[in-house]
């Protein structure tokens, strides 16, 4: 019965307080922009930037091949024999001579020359 009578007193105070709570409309739609510029940054700076970089470092190292540098390429290695446009054809450690194509090619070393010269 006492709850009853304390009902009436209590619901106005409760819809006060769920207004009071209810954030405002464009505070909630600048607070999500901001998360999202937040998040695009995050993941420009930590995914897509590192990933540029690297791209573009093996495009330079696969442009600048040339005759007598020893490549790995799809875990084999040999020596460079010819160079074209999109292929290149590597001298195996038996002569075997195999064309492949320049985006296969994962790690270059330098031949020896090139090595004294630019030390020089």
Known sequence: M????LLPFLLPSIALFAEDAAPSKSGSY???LIMLGVALVF???ILLRPEQKRRKKSQQMRNTLKKGDKVT???MIGTVDKVTDNTVIIKAYDGA???MLKASITD???TAETE???NS
């Open 2 to 5: 006492k709850k009853l009578l």
């Open 30 to 32: 600048m607070q999500t």
């Open 43 to 45: 993941f420009y700076f």
């Open 73 to 75: 390429a799809m875990g």
């Open 97 to 99: 001579k195999i064309e």
């Open 108 to 110: 270059v070393q330098p």
């Open 116 to 118: 004294v010269s630019s």
